[in-house]
């Protein structure tokens, strides 16, 4: 079939490579204009965008696909389906109608559960053994289009979301291919999603990713690898910023009681206190340096016994 393909993160360049190694023809790429990155804020294509240029596909840029420029570009490249994969952008018609197979898209979410745009950081955060794939055609709701396809994946004790989207993305795009196999030899079979699971995972922001040092240890723990890579967990000392790297609960026989947030360096590293045991913290970027061992940052910073991480309640 002659293909466009939707995407823009890194994670999407992987099926853009997959289908382009199929015997689907990939006639062009659809993905968000450069945007600023860096500390310099420097206009920077899309992963996806690069990932094209290389592979000498044309490039359509846009965040607006249903207006009528870039529907008359789309038109015109006359595509049989559109893939999609973490596009970032609103599909709507005119634009939903013009593939005949439609838009198909790889959501890294087993649907209905998480549909959303953060749904591996969602499925973290809210502590699930399992999680996994799916494509779906795409309609008028949020991720509520038929299912064409799903595969599975553990959610392992220490994953990140980066960790665990970054092993989605490699394995996801098999399931793209063969999904657009089936569409177009005929044998694709959408299914209606069921009325119940339904979870949503809306985008996260700087307040998701506070840590409230009352919450149970067990909570904090899967909040800060949610929040790992993007957008960051932090809390504050003396009321500046503190970025924070994941945690490991540990028991707390042997170990001192601490309050909420209190700091205390031991043999195990720095500990800090939760709403139940204490966690161990193994990396820290104090306000204006780069990442660092937490228990190097506090021997340097010669904590006192009320030393403590401010345990205001995450918005």
Not at 9 to 25: G, K, Q, R, T
Not at 121 to 135: E, K, N, P, R, W
Not at 160 to 179: C, H, W
Request: hydrophobic share 40%; with cysteine.
């Amino acid at each position: 079939m002659r293909v466009v393909f939707a995407g823009t993160p890194a994670v999407a360049v992987p099926s853009l490579h997959a289908i382009l190694a199929s015997s689907h023809e990939v006639v062009a790429v659809l993905t968000r204009p450069p945007a600023p990155a860096g500390r310099k804020r420097v206009l920077t294509p899309s992963p996806v965008h690069e990932a094209a240029e290389e592979a000498g596909l044309p490039v359509i840029t846009s965040d607006r696909p249903h207006e009528p420029e870039t529907v008359e570009q789309l038109r015109a490249l006359a595509p049989e389906v559109c893939a999609v994969v973490a596009y970032g952008a609103l599909l709507r018609e005119p634009a939903l109608s013009l593939p005949p197979h439609g838009w198909i898209n790889l959501h890294f979410s087993l649907l209905p559960a998480w549909r959303g745009a953060a749904p591996v950081q969602h499925s973290i955060m809210a502590g699930d053994d399992v999680t996994g794939a799916s494509t779906f055609r795409i309609e008028a709701g949020l991720d509520t289009g038929p299912v064409i396809g799903t595969m599975t994946e553990t959610v392992r004790p220490w994953d990140t979301s980066g960790d665990l989207l970054d092993r989605l993305a490699e394995a996801g795009p098999a399931l793209l291919v063969s999904s657009l196999d089936a569409l177009a030899d005929g044998t694709a079979s959408p299914q209606p999603q069921p009325d119940e699971g339904v979870s949503l995972a809306p985008r996260l922001t700087a307040d998701h990713a506070r840590v409230d040092w009352r919450r149970p240890a067990i909570a904090i723990d899967r909040q800060i690898r949610g929040c790992t890579p993007a957008p960051g967990a932090w809390t504050t000392r003396a009321g500046q910023r503190v970025k924070l790297g994941p945690v490991r609960p540990i028991d707390d026989t042997g170990t001192p009681g601490l309050a909420p947030g209190q700091l205390s360096v031991t043999s195990d590293g720095l500990l800090v206190g939760t709403g139940t045991s204490p966690v161990r913290l193994d990396r820290i970027a104090p306000p204006g340096k780069s990442w660092m061992s937490a228990a190097d940052w506090a021997r340097g910073a010669r904590l006192g016994e009320d030393d403590a991480f401010e345990s205001e309640e995450a918005r």
